[in-house]
């Protein structure tokens, strides 16, 4: 990452008031007119992700979206037959909208704040799923950037099982400097796709190879 931080700007968009707002519009708009809400970064990325989870992982494998929004994409992935899967989302506006519209045994909302120390799920994952989370983290104001990163890679190493897989979709960051914020903590992540569309960009990072 840019060792000088001023060169990321700060922005609502990295407030739970914004999130719990935007959510509780979301709810409203699907409780009055059954609209299932905005898709981030469009369903092409979407489908990238849900073909790639097809090739590379089973049906039953623990898979997590952090930052889950209104549940799209795992409502995608339950579409096509993956039954283990969980949504984090420290918006309660936003666990209360998938929960609302995705009531299925297969998927498990949860109110999480991913950077709150104390977390840990009691299994490891299979697969983590960021669509912009990582984005709106490095967005908070009146925040220690360099503290939240370590939380968030706290957060990865806790929950991602060995040989797991970690996807992310980021529209502020290169593949190369997501790269080098994984570096920090000695991850190794071998290998990647890289799939640009619009100012979008898809990475997905291999193989944790820490020890569970």
């Known amino acids: 990452m840019n060792d000088n931080e001023e060169f990321i700007t700060k922005s609502e968009l990295g407030t739970k008031q914004f999130w719990d707002q935007f959510y509780d519009e979301e709810l409203t708009n699907f409780n009055d007119f059954g609209d299932s809400g905005e898709t981030w970064f469009g369903k092409r990325n ?31 992935l339950a579409q096509h037959n993956f039954s283990n899967l969980y949504g984090l989302d420290y918006s309660e506006k936003a666990i209360e909208f998938c929960q609302k519209q995705h009531n299925q045994s297969n998927i498990h909302f949860k109110v999480v704040n991913i950077l709150d120390d104390d977390f840990q799920f009691n299994h490891k994952f299979d697969a983590i799923i960021d669509k912009g989370t990582y984005d709106a983290i490095c967005l908070m104001p009146d925040a220690d950037i360099h503290e939240n990163r370590t939380k968030y890679l706290k957060f990865l190493c806790d929950n991602l099982g060995n040989n797991g897989h970690f996807i992310i979709i980021t529209c502020n960051f290169t593949k190369e400097e997501i790269f080098k914020f994984l ?21 997905v990072m291999l193989e944790n190879r820490l020890p569970d």
């Open 46 to 76: 979407t489908r990238k992700i849900i073909d790639w989870m097809k090739e590379n992982h089973s049906k039953n494998d623990a898979i997590c979206d952090i930052g889950c929004g209104n549940g799209f994409v795992l409502a995608q």
């Open 183 to 203: 570096s920090i903590s000695n991850n190794i992540f071998n290998s990647y796709m890289n799939s640009t569309h619009q100012r979008y960009r898809l990475v």
